[in-house]
T-cell receptor, first 112, second 115 residues
Framework: AQSVTQLDSQVPVFEEAPVELRCNYS??????LFWYVQYPNQGLQLLLK??????LVESINGFEAEFNKSQTSFHLRKPSVHISDTAEYFC??????????FGPGTRLSVLP | DAGVTQSPTHLIKTRGQQVTLRCSPK?????VSWYQQALGQGPQFIFQ???????QRGNFPDRFSGHQFPNYSSELNVNALLLGDSALYLC??????????????FGEGSWLTVV
């Protein structure tokens, strides 16, 4: 069975500082990888996804994630965070035709 | 073009009662999945419906059941509610024939509180 680990439950960081949210997954087969963001009292919004090709994927708001097959990781990074990035971030994996398996989430708090 | 819509947005039920949550998928989508997100946790897959049948099911008891209608909308029913059923219930819609990596759209969710 697949599983997703997000080791950091909470990450406080000052505004304009860089941040990395870690994600590791366990799967013996190829999977698709996703990061979703959830703002307070809202549903899930897709941030970025890795399907194939370049291992570095980017979102429109400055986040990027790199797929590392050997380390089974898909860490999320942003070089300079804003107050508006405060949210819960979920890493997820999905096999072809199967449902999502989500990690427990990381709460990013950006401090002024 | 409306996205995924869920109703109600919030509701409070008493232990032992039954609840029905509703989901309308994004236009053109034919597959609906339901997830339970308990407070402070990631979403957990409940089940998926396609062509009005349950196609996949997660590790949830039979108290959780669902239905899909010919217009692709779906309902999630939970019987004999327990306090532990308090959670955000998310509906996700997709197109069955699309690539598995194709974007799946989530609704805003239904917040269920069991007292």
């Amino acid at each position: 069975a697949q599983s997703v680990t997000q080791l950091d439950s909470q990450v406080p960081v000052f505004e304009e500082a860089p941040v990395e949210l870690r994600c590791n997954y366990s799967s013996s087969v190829s999977v698709y990888l996703f990061w979703y963001v959830q703002y307070p009292n809202q549903g899930l919004q897709l941030l970025l996804k890795y399907l194939s090709g370049s291992t570095l994927v980017e979102s429109i708001n400055g986040f990027e994630a790199e797929f590392n097959k050997s380390q089974t990781s898909f860490h999320l990074r942003k070089p300079s965070v804003h107050i508006s990035d405060t949210a819960e971030y979920f890493c997820a994996v999905r096999r072809n035709g199967q449902n999502f398996v989500f990690g427990p989430g990381t709460r990013l708090s950006v401090l002024p | 073009d409306a996205g995924v819509t869920q109703s109600p947005t919030h509701l409070i039920k008493t232990r032992g009662q039954q609840v029905t949550l509703r989901c309308s998928p994004k236009s053109g989508h034919d597959t609906v999945s339901w997830y339970q997100q308990a407070l402070g946790q990631g979403p957990q897959f409940i089940f998926q419906y396609y062509e009005e049948e349950e196609r996949q099911r997660g590790n949830f008891p039979d108290r959780f059941s669902g239905h899909q209608f010919p217009n692709y909308s779906s309902e999630l029913n939970v019987n004999a509610l327990l306090l532990g059923d308090s959670a955000l219930y998310l509906c996700a819609s997709s197109l069955r024939t699309a690539s598995s990596g194709n974007t799946i759209y989530f609704g805003e969710g239904s917040w269920l509180t069991v007292v």
